[in-house]
């Protein structure tokens, strides 16, 4: 339950198909990450459907190229599935 408790700018890992998006509060921009591909562009609402910014990264969360400090709030709900190593990836 992430969104009860986002704030700021937000993380996601393992954001999906988006599907915590409408449980968001209008007040926060959320940032999403998957490993997949295949789940982003096209499956996600588009931006104008959803009441804040989203922008979503394909990638490896363990690698992630944001500066110290960018983000207020971050979590995943299924995001062991956007961890190629999740024993590694729970480690660090």
């Known amino acids: 339950m992430l969104w009860r408790y986002a704030h700021g700018n937000v993380l996601e890992v393992g954001v999906g198909t988006g599907k ?52 207020d709030t971050a979590g995943g709900h299924v995001c062991l599935l956007s961890v190629p190593d999740p024993v590694r990836g729970l480690a660090n």
């Open 20 to 71: 915590n998006f409408p449980y968001y509060p209008p007040n926060v921009t959320v940032t999403g990450i998957d490993l997949a591909d295949q789940m982003l562009p096209g499956r996600v609402p588009e931006p104008k459907q959803l009441r804040m910014p989203v922008e979503l990264w394909e990638g490896d969360a363990r690698l992630l190229d944001f500066p110290d400090n960018s983000f």
